[in-house]
Nanobody
Framework: QVQLTESGGGSVQAGGSLRLSCAAS????????MGWFRQAPGKEREGVAA????????LYADSVKGRFTISQDSSKNTVYLEMNSLKPEDTAMYYC????????????????????WGQGTQVTVSS
């Protein structure tokens, strides 16, 4: 069982930056897929970015490519999402998720493939 705790959300103006953190209760030596997902009111959950902890392979949704960066610090059992050039459409609840082992590239941003979820952190971007 892995417990995930997100932090770092908040309110910013368009063009601003935030860094989200996801602390895992356990970070096994074998690889995990760690993903960031978001859901805005009335919209479907969207996979934003993901990283495979063994090898640092990353993948981003087209909507955030070039603006968001996912990274990990295995010494702290933590995954980060650096968000720059934020837009009002980035406003959502952001969730961290984990899945033991790897996933095919085309599945790594699919939330139903993940086993463990955090409670979420709100990001609000005003225009």
């Amino acid at each position: 069982q892995v417990q995930l705790t997100e932090s770092g959300g908040g309110s910013v103006q368009a063009g601003g930056s935030l860094r989200l953190s996801c602390a895992a209760s356990a970070y096994p030596s074998t690889g995990y897929c760690m993903g960031w997902f978001r859901q805005a009111p009335g919209k479907e959950r969207e996979g934003v970015a993901a990283i495979y902890t063994s090898g640092d392979k990353t993948l981003y949704a087209d909507s955030v490519k070039g603006r968001f960066t996912i990274s990990q610090d295995s010494s702290k059992n933590t995954v980060y999402l650096e968000m720059n050039s934020l837009k009002p459409e980035d406003t959502a609840m952001y969730y961290c998720a984990a899945k033991p082992g790897s996933l095919p590239r085309w599945q790594i941003l699919l939330g139903d493939k993940y086993n463990y979820w955090g409670q979420g952190t709100q990001v609000t971007v005003s225009s």
